[in-house]
């Protein structure tokens, strides 16, 4: 394992050190789980949290905000307090650390852009598993552990071979394109956390607006995520090749996206990176390696899945189906192992999920304008009847996305025979993302200014309940917002419980 110092980690971090020099010879992790001897990373810490850490025998606390009497009690306990000016560097260096010490020689990839890396991310993960492979990856179901701005993921690559038994032997990392802390622009996150893991490849699925308030313009998330690229290319320029002994560097982008277009012309520039594209057939004049055409996913011209080979069927899927395709392509992956994982992958919970048949509920993520246009249009295909919607706000996040999120419903509704139901989902969001007057008036304003008919329920479940007996065998119904619909699946349990 690579020791450090206090002295030497308080450098790396551009941090000041407050106590002793010591060697520190435990792993990066996050208060509630420290054992002794590890080094804590923490956003702030207050005397308490510092007293909490001496209990449990902490050989060192890294915090950007130490708060009450945080440094007097750490120097009257002995405990090197770092205090540093940007916690995200912290997380950065505690990953690259991590992937240093435990999976070294792995395989690496990292997927960022604005919709469909947590699918695209647990399908990487789905094909590397089958192929053989080790695989650690961060995204889950509720997408807890990609955000990267505490330390859980490098404790976590700490603990792989504790916990499985086994070497990490490939890393699939999801990176969020944009992120912040207390409503302020975490600047070059992507960079950071894609520099840390230093990928064999970098897939990107989109470019768009989500984090409304973090950034504000297109061009702003454009930059953010191309410095992701930029991560990639710049330590290629010495000629260093990567921890793992490959010297080819892959990005591997979305053809159907302009933006994403732009940026391959402009990183192809560094010929230390190998820029390949996936996409739909309509980009004829750019060489692709992975395209969709009508009857099926065709790698290098060649039928590779037949449409009735894939597992789902909606555009987003299949365009993070051939992500992850790409993705594996470039780690040499072998093309049955490829095409069996992906023909039986079993997709993560809330990605256009199936709860029912009769009639059909379909339950879906989209959190955001391009997804929620997206799934809608998916959705409508499948309907044979009236598409039933139910849109939970998104809670805490403020106007400007949620006014966003309903100008999406508008566009996506466009010449579809919608029923739509509202919600806040007050009685099953906690503090985090409980709905606020004003945003919940932006929504409905916003539908109503466009003629859009709607009926509104403050909670969940008499939204989901009105729903379920108001939608026909032959209809289709659509859940579809983030945090305020993950519960959606145990109410309607307890729907169909207190109708029998």
Same mark, same amino acid.
């Given at each position: 394992?690579?020791?450090?110092?206090?002295?030497?980690?308080?450098?790396?971090?551009?941090?000041?050190?407050?106590?002793?020099?010591?060697?520190?010879?435990?792993?990066?992790?996050?208060?509630?789980?420290?054992?002794?001897?590890?080094?804590?990373? $923490?956003?702030?810490?207050?005397?308490?949290?510092?007293?909490?850490?001496?209990?449990?025998?902490?050989?060192?606390?890294?915090?950007?905000?130490?708060?009450?009497?945080?440094?007097?009690?750490?120097?009257?306990?002995?405990?090197?307090?770092?205090? +540093?000016?940007?916690?995200?560097?912290? !997380?950065?260096?505690?990953?690259?650390?991590?992937?240093?010490?435990?999976?070294?020689?792995?395989? &690496?990839?990292?997927?960022?852009?604005?919709?469909?890396?947590?699918?695209?991310?647990?399908?990487?993960?789905?094909?590397?598993? *089958?192929?053989?492979?080790?695989?650690?990856?961060?995204?889950?179901?509720?997408? *807890?552990?990609?955000?990267?701005?505490?330390?859980?993921?490098?404790?976590?690559?700490?603990?792989?071979?504790?916990?499985?038994?086994?070497?990490?032997?490939?890393?699939?990392?999801?990176?969020? *394109?944009?992120?912040?802390?207390?409503?302020?622009?975490?600047?070059?996150?992507?960079?950071?956390? +894609?520099?840390?893991?230093?990928?064999?490849?970098?897939?990107?699925?989109?470019?768009?607006?989500?984090?409304?308030?973090?950034?504000?313009?297109?061009?702003?998330?454009?930059?953010?995520?191309? &410095?992701?690229?930029?991560?990639?290319?710049?330590?290629?320029?010495?000629?260093?090749?990567?921890? !793992?002994? +490959?010297?080819?560097?892959?990005?591997?982008?979305?053809?159907?996206?302009?933006?994403?277009?732009?940026?391959?012309?402009?990183?192809?520039?560094?010929?230390?990176?190998?820029?390949?594209?996936?996409?739909?057939?309509?980009?004829?004049?750019?060489?692709?390696?992975?395209?969709?055409?009508?009857?099926?996913?065709?790698?290098?011209?060649?039928?590779?899945?037949?449409?009735?080979?894939?597992?789902?069927?909606?555009?987003?899927?299949?365009?993070?189906?051939?992500?992850?395709?790409?993705?594996?392509?470039?780690?040499?992956?072998?093309?049955?192992?490829?095409?069996?994982?992906?023909?039986?992958?079993?997709?993560?919970?809330? &990605?256009?999920?199936?709860?029912?048949?009769?009639?059909?509920?379909?339950?879906?993520?989209?959190?955001?304008?391009?997804?929620?246009?997206?799934?809608?249009?998916?959705?409508?295909?499948?309907?044979?009847?009236?598409?039933?919607?139910?849109?939970?706000? $998104?809670?805490?996040?403020?106007?400007?996305?949620? $006014?966003?999120?309903?100008?999406?419903?508008?566009?996506?509704?466009?010449?579809?025979?919608?029923?739509?139901?509202?919600?806040?989902?007050?009685?099953?969001?906690?503090?985090?993302?409980?709905?606020?007057?004003?945003?919940?008036?932006?929504?409905?304003?916003?539908?109503?200014?466009?003629?859009?008919?709607?009926?509104?329920?403050?909670?969940?479940?008499?939204?989901?309940?009105?729903?379920?007996?108001?939608?026909?065998?032959?209809?289709?119904?659509?859940?579809?917002?983030?945090?305020?619909?993950?519960?959606?699946?145990?109410?309607?349990?307890?729907?169909?419980?207190?109708?029998?």
């Amino acid at each position: 394992m690579i020791e450090i110092t206090t002295s030497s980690l308080a450098k790396v971090l551009n941090g000041k050190l407050i106590g002793p020099e010591k060697p520190l010879k435990g792993i990066f992790t996050f208060l509630n789980h420290a054992k002794p001897g590890d080094f804590v990373i $923490r956003h702030w810490i207050d005397d308490k949290g510092v007293e909490i850490a001496n209990k449990k025998g902490v050989s060192c606390i890294i915090t950007q905000n130490p708060q009450e009497k945080a440094i007097e009690i750490a120097q009257k306990l002995e405990i090197p307090i770092i205090i +540093t000016p940007k916690i995200e560097i912290a !997380n950065a260096f505690a990953l690259k650390w991590a992937v240093k010490n435990f999976a070294k020689d792995s395989l &690496r990839v990292v997927v960022t852009g604005t919709n469909g890396k947590s699918t695209t991310t647990h399908m990487i993960y789905s094909i590397l598993t *089958e192929a053989g492979y080790n695989t650690y990856t961060n995204t889950d179901a509720q997408s *807890e552990f990609n955000t990267l701005i505490d330390p859980v993921v490098a404790n976590q690559l700490a603990e792989f071979e504790y916990v499985s038994g086994e070497k990490i032997q490939a890393l699939v990392i999801e990176v969020s *394109e944009v992120q912040g802390w207390l409503d302020k622009l975490m600047k070059d996150h992507a960079h950071l956390m +894609t520099a840390a893991v230093d990928p064999n490849v970098l897939v990107i699925t989109n470019v768009g607006l989500d984090h409304i308030g973090l950034v504000n313009s297109i061009e702003e998330t454009f930059n953010e995520i191309y &410095r992701s690229l930029e991560a990639i290319s710049s330590k290629n320029e010495s000629g260093k090749s990567h921890d !793992n002994g +490959t010297n080819n560097v892959y990005a591997v982008l979305n053809s159907d996206d302009q933006l994403l277009i732009e940026m391959g012309d402009l990183i192809s520039k560094d010929k230390s990176v190998n820029v390949s594209f996936y996409g739909s057939s309509v980009n004829e004049s750019l060489s692709q390696d992975v395209t969709l055409k009508t009857d099926g996913i065709y790698i290098n011209e060649k039928i590779f899945l037949k449409m009735e080979e894939l597992p789902f069927k909606s555009k987003h899927f299949i365009q993070n189906t051939m992500a992850a395709i790409g993705a594996t392509l470039a780690l040499n992956i072998d093309f049955e192992i490829i095409k069996h994982a992906v023909s039986s992958y079993k997709p993560l919970e809330r &990605r256009f999920t199936v709860l029912g048949t009769d009639p059909l509920i379909i339950d879906d993520f989209a959190h955001n304008p391009d997804g929620i246009i997206a799934t809608i249009k998916s959705a409508a295909k499948m309907c044979k009847g009236v598409l039933y919607i139910v849109f939970a706000i $998104r809670g805490s996040r403020g106007e400007a996305i949620n $006014r966003l999120n309903a100008e999406a419903l508008v566009n996506g509704l466009e010449d579809v025979d919608y029923n739509l139901i509202v919600t806040s989902s007050a009685e099953a969001v906690d503090n985090l993302n409980t709905v606020k007057l004003v945003e919940k008036n932006i929504v409905l304003n916003t539908l109503t200014e466009h003629g859009f008919d709607y009926v509104f329920q403050e909670n969940l479940y008499p939204a989901l309940n009105y729903c379920i007996g108001s939608a026909g065998k032959i209809d289709t119904i659509l859940l579809i917002g983030a945090q305020g619909m993950d519960p959606a699946s145990k109410v309607l349990k307890k729907i169909v419980k207190d109708t029998n």
